[in-house]
């Protein structure tokens, strides 16, 4: 009897965790170009439940691109292997968070209804808002990736900066209504509402990398992240009154920089570098 619980327990387990790394790999297939194993089994709502990796999937990009770094930075400049990284990520990601920043941009700049601006942002064509603003956004990424090797904080910034912003993302799907056409939506099977349990799955990962961090750059990022998702999750509800697939990127985007930006201010102004 105690055999057979024992094993009744051990195939729950194994079950457990293969529908985890089947979650896992949906996501992966889904926010990336990185190949995943055919037997990876695929339903819309396991896609829908694979967002709790999202932050994990930061994680395991910015162990790819530190990993990179550390092989081609003896070969050259900081500027070329960083720039070599941002291109990597691009390649990696398939521009995925940076299309969306961009058609963020261009809907909300260019529409002057809440109709007309999901309405751009469904065009897959460029405006000058989305060029503008993602010209921007690289060429300030560069910039700041370039410093925080100059500190030597290069790597931790990088898994802090792809997996905490992609936790701040996903976060909006919890406490923010769907706006965009359902059926046509590259995001559709991001849809639906998070779990609690989801949500806190998301934050334990994005969080994790905090602990290469002293409190005097941990402090003042937390409490900034905690006023840019607040203060972005109202100007999406009084733009277009909740989010889309595009909007969750530029979000993504956006917290990413920010996050390098507050890391580089706090040793800047610490003397920690």
Known sequence: MIIQKRY???????????????LFYLALSFFTRIPVPQSMYYSPMLLNKSG??????????????????????????????IALLVIISLLLTGAFHEDGLADMADGIGGGMTVEKRLTIMKD????????????????LKLLVLIELAQIVYLIPSLFLGYALSRAIAASLIYDLPYVADIDTSKSKPLAN????????????????????FPLTTTLPLILTLFIFRAS???????RIGGYTGDCLG????????????????????????
């Open 193 to 212: 509402k998070q779990s609690p349990f989801e949500l806190k799955l998301l934050f334990v990962i994005g969080l994790a990398p905090l602990v290469f």
């Open 232 to 238: 972005f999750k109202q100007w999406l509800i009084k």
């Open 124 to 139: 897959s064509r460029i405006g000058t808002y989305g060029a503008v603003t993602l010209f921007m956004a690289l060429a």
């Open 52 to 81: 709790r990796y999202f932050s994990l999937i930061g994680l395991l990009l910015a162990g790819v691109l530190s990993l990179l770094f550390t092989l081609i930075s003896p070969l050259f400049p900081d500027t070329i292997s």
């Open 250 to 273: 530029a979000c993504q985007q956006l917290s990413e920089l920010l996050i390098y930006l507050v890391i580089l201010a706090s040793f800047t102004s610490f003397g920690q570098a």
């Open 8 to 22: 009744s327990s051990n195939n729950k387990y194994r079950r457990y965790l293969k529908r985890q790394l089947n």
